[in-house]
């Protein structure tokens, strides 16, 4: 999750917990245990999804190192970083 997603589900989490709060103190029309359990679903699930996930869900761990490089001719060229995946 980049950091720009981050922010941004942050910022949708704050504003729902601030209207949740709103609409529990906005009088008899609201029920705030409704209001907190919104914004305690809203929260944990922010977190849930910015939390990292591990290598055996989905990302395999990488090893890369240095192949050498030739051209058509044989001669050496240079070096290239291969980082291959493994399932």
Do not use: E, H
Request: some cysteine; charged content about 10%; hydrophobic content about 45%.
């Amino acid at each position: 999750m980049s950091i720009k997603s981050k922010i941004a589900t942050l910022a949708i989490a704050a504003v729902v917990v601030t209207g949740s709060f709103a609409a529990a103190n906005a009088g008899p029309k609201f029920n705030p245990v409704v209001g907190a359990v919104v914004g305690t679903a809203i929260v944990a699930g922010t977190i849930a999804a910015a939390t990292q996930p591990s290598y055996g869900y989905g990302y395999a761990p990488r090893r890369c190192y240095w192949k050498p490089q030739y051209n058509v001719f044989g001669q050496f060229v240079g070096n290239v970083r291969v980082c291959p995946v493994y399932y």
